[in-house]
C-alpha cells in the first residue's frame, strides 16, 4: 500500500478504536498457575496494519504513538475486565509517549476505575529496545504511575540501549529478559551466565524476572535450573482473544500426565473466561462482539451475576443478515433473542458427574455450557474438551490403577500427595498394611489372598469420603488413604469394625474355632499364626506443612505403620505433626488409656458410633 493509504487506515482504525486486546499469559513457574496476562493489541484482521510491528511503526511515523498508547490501554483494560482474568495485567507502553504533550497517565487510571480494576493489579512495561535520551524526564514521568499504586517492568532486558542504567533509573519491580537469551539457553553457556548474572542482580534489589519467548521444553527445563520463577512464551500459550485461566500442567511434568484419577478433575479444568452481556445489551452490539471474535460461537447473558441463557452465533447472525433484520432488531435488548435453557454446570461438579449431567441435558444445537460458582456466572465450557478430558482420565486410569484392585498405584499416589502438600489445609494420611497375610496366602493360596485384599480395597473406597479423600493401592497387601474429609478417625474406626467381622469368613471353620493357622514364618519355622488383623499408621499433618517434602511424609506414614504393627491385635496408631515456632515437632495423641498410642479394634464390634473424647482429633 502506498503511505497515503496506511495513514488513512490507521486515521481510520484509531477514530473508530478498531483495535484488537489478546493476552499472553505469565506463569509462576513454582507454583504452576497463572500469575499475570500481558495484554497485547493487534489491528483488524486481513488488514496491512494488522500485526503490531507495522501498527505502531506507522503511529511512530504518523507521530501519533501516544494516542495509539492509550488506545490500546484502553481497549485492552477494557477486555481484561470483561474476561474477568485473575491476576495482574501487564501494560506495554512506548518511552516515547512519555515525551509526547498529550500523553496522560492519568487517562490509564480512568480506564482501570471504569473496569473496576485495583492499579495495583497493574503492570507498566517500559521497552528497553527504544533509546530514552533524556532518563531523568522518563524517571519523573514514570514516577506518575507510581504514585497511582500502578507496578513497573522494564522490557527487553539485553536487546537494545543501555538497559543496567535504565535499570538503575527507573527501579522497576519486574524486569523481562529479552527472548534473544531464552532461545537455546540450554545449550548455550553464554546465555546461562547472563542469565543467571540478571536473576542475582535482582533478588538482591527485590526484584522479579519474568523469562519472555519461552519455545520448548528445553528452554523451560534450563530455566527453572537457572532459578527463574515467571516465563512467558508459546511454549506455554500463545496469545489469544479468549486465554486459559489455568495452564496446562503437562508443560511442567516430566511424565505426560494430566487429570489423573487421583486428583479428582472437576469442571474448573475445563473453565475458559468468556465475555458476557446485560439483558438490556442492545442486538446490534452483540452482533458486533460475534464479529470481532470469530472463535466465539455463544454469549452468556448475565443479569447481577446470574446466567439466564445464551445468544447463539448461528441465529443471531441470521436474524441481522437479513434485508431487515438490522433495521428491524438491531436496537432491541438481547433478553428477548436468547436461549433460555443453558446447560448449566458448578465448576467443583467432578468430571464424571459433570459428563453425566450434560450428557441428560444436551441438545443438537448446543455444543458450549455455563460454568458457575455457587449459581453465579464464571465463564464457558466446550463439550469436546469436556470428552477429551474424560478421555485422558480413563486413560490414565487403566494404566496406573492396580491391575488387581483397580484403585490408583504409586504413580498416581505421588501425584496426588504432591497435590495435597502444596495446598494449605491440614490432611491425614493413613498407612494400612495386613498382619499375618503371608502365613494365610501360603496356607489358603494366592487366590484366596488375592479376594483378601480385594476386600481391603473395596471396604476402604466405601468408608472413604468421595468428595474429600483419596485410596490408593501401594502393592501387595499394603494400601494408603489420603484423608481430608472431617470424620477420618471415625470412617477409619468403622472400616477396622467391618473388616474384623468379614475377616473369619475367609478361614476354614476349624481354624476359626481355634482362632490360628498352622504356617512357616520367614526363617522356615512352623508356627501358630492368629486370625488377619488390620494395622494402620494414621498421621494427622497439620498446617502449615508447605516445608515437608514428599519423601518426608513416606518416612512418617511407614514410621507410624511400623509402630501399629507392633500391636498384635491390629488399630490404629495415632501420631499428630506439627510445625511450631519453636521447631518441628512431633508427637503421639493417645487413643485408649489402656494401651497409650492405640485404638485397638476387638471382636466382635465394641466402639461406639461416636469417638470418645480422647478420640477425637486435636
Known amino acids: 500500500m502506498q503511505q497515503l493509504d496506511l495513514d488513512k487506515l490507521l486515521d481510520q482504525i484509531m477514530d473508530k478504536q478498531n483495535l484488537n486486546p489478546v493476552f499472553q499469559p505469565i506463569l509462576a513457574l513454582d507454583k504452576q498457575s497463572i500469575y499475570a496476562y500481558e495484554g497485547l493489541i493487534r489491528g483488524p484482521e486481513n488488514s496491512p496494519l494488522h500485526s503490531p510491528d507495522g501498527l505502531f511503526a506507522a503511529a511512530s511515523r504518523r507521530q501519533c504513538l501516544s494516542r495509539l498508547d492509550l488506545l490500546s490501554c484502553n481497549a485492552i483494560i477494557r477486555r481484561f475486565a470483561e474476561l474477568r482474568l485473575p491476576g495482574k495485567l501487564f501494560l506495554n507502553v512506548s518511552p516515547r509517549s512519555f515525551f509526547e504533550n498529550d500523553f496522560n497517565p492519568e487517562e490509564i487510571l480512568s480506564y482501570l476505575k471504569n473496569g473496576n480494576i485495583d492499579p495495583r493489579r497493574v503492570v507498566v512495561e517500559i521497552t528497553e529496545t527504544q533509546q530514552v535520551k533524556d532518563p531523568a524526564v522518563l524517571e519523573t514521568a514514570l514516577q506518575r504511575f507510581q504514585n497511582m499504586g500502578v507496578k513497573l517492568a522494564l522490557d527487553d532486558l539485553g536487546a537494545g540501549f543501555s538497559g543496567l542504567q535504565l535499570w538503575h533509573v527507573i527501579d522497576p519491580d519486574y524486569v523481562k529478559i529479552d527472548r534473544h537469551f531464552i ?334 493357622i498352622k504356617s512357616t514364618d520367614r526363617f522356615g519355622i512352623c508356627r501358630s499364626f492368629p486370625i488377619m488383623t488390620l494395622s494402620v499408621g494414621a498421621v494427622l499433618i497439620e498446617s502449615p506443612h508447605e516445608d515437608l517434602s514428599l519423601e518426608q511424609i513416606q518416612e512418617i506414614a511407614s514410621a507410624a505403620k511400623s509402630q501399629a504393627k507392633k500391636n498384635t491385635e491390629g488399630g490404629v496408631f495415632l501420631e499428630t505433626y506439627s510445625e511450631h515456632p519453636q521447631g518441628r515437632q512431633t508427637y503421639s495423641k493417645p487413643l485408649n488409656p489402656h494401651k497409650p498410642g492405640f485404638c485397638p479394634i476387638f471382636l466382635p464390634d465394641t466402639t461406639s458410633s461416636q469417638p470418645s473424647g480422647e478420640d477425637r482429633l486435636p
Open 183 to 516: 532461545q537455546t539457553a540450554h545449550e548455550d553457556r553464554v546465555k546461562q551466565l547472563f542469565i543467571k548474572l540478571i536473576v542475582e542482580i535482582a533478588d538482591s534489589l527485590e526484584c522479579k524476572v519474568i523469562a519472555e519467548g519461552v519455545e520448548n521444553k528445553n528452554e523451560y527445563t534450563a530455566l527453572r535450573k537457572l532459578g527463574v520463577k515467571l516465563a512467558q512464551g508459546y511454549y506455554f500459550e500463545e496469545p489469544h482473544a479468549i486465554p486459559s485461566l489455568t495452564p496446562d500442567i503437562e508443560v511442567f511434568s516430566r511424565r505426560p500426565i494430566r487429570n489423573t484419577i487421583g486428583v479428582r478433575p472437576s469442571a474448573a479444568c475445563l473453565l475458559r473466561p468468556s465475555p458476557f452481556v446485560s439483558p438490556e445489551t442492545r442486538i446490534e452490539i452483540v452482533g458486533a462482539m460475534f464479529e470481532a471474535n470469530m472463535d466465539i460461537n455463544s454469549i452468556p447473558v448475565v443479569d447481577k451475576g446470574e446466567p439466564l441463557g445464551l445468544v447463539l452465533r448461528a441465529e443471531l447472525m441470521n436474524l441481522l443478515a437479513s434485508r431487515s433484520g438490522h433495521a428491524l432488531h438491531g436496537r432491541k435488548p438481547i433478553k428477548d433473542f436468547i436461549h433460555a435453557r443453558p446447560i448449566k454446570v458448578e465448576k467443583d461438579m467432578p468430571l464424571e458427574e459433570a459428563s453425566k449431567h450434560i450428557t441428560n441435558a444436551v441438545n443438537q444445537y448446543i455444543q458450549e455450557f455455563i460454568i458457575t460458582d455457587k449459581g453465579e456466572f464464571v465463564g464457558m465450557g466446550d463439550l469436546l474438551e469436556l470428552l477429551r478430558r474424560i478421555t485422558e482420565v480413563q486413560v490414565n486410569y487403566a494404566r496406573y490403577a492396580n491391575p488387581l484392585t483397580l484403585l490408583p498405584g504409586n504413580v498416581l499416589i505421588q501425584e496426588t500427595l504432591t497435590e495435597i502438600l502444596n495446598a494449605p489445609e491440614a490432611f491425614a494420611i493413613a498407612y494400612y498394611d495386613l498382619d499375618n497375610f503371608k502365613a494365610f496366602n501360603d496356607t489358603y493360596g494366592y487366590g484366596h489372598g488375592d479376594e483378601v485384599i480385594r476386600m481391603v480395597g473395596r471396604l476402604l473406597q466405601e468408608h472413604a469420603e468421595p468428595e474429600n479423600d483419596f485410596v490408593g493401592h501401594i502393592g501387595g497387601d499394603d494400601f494408603i488413604v489420603l484423608f481430608r474429609s472431617p470424620d477420618w478417625l471415625q470412617r477409619c474406626k468403622n472400616m477396622l469394625n467391618i473388616f474384623n467381622r468379614l475377616i473369619p469368613n475367609h478361614y476354614s471353620p476349624k481354624d476359626c474355632q481355634q482362632g490360628f
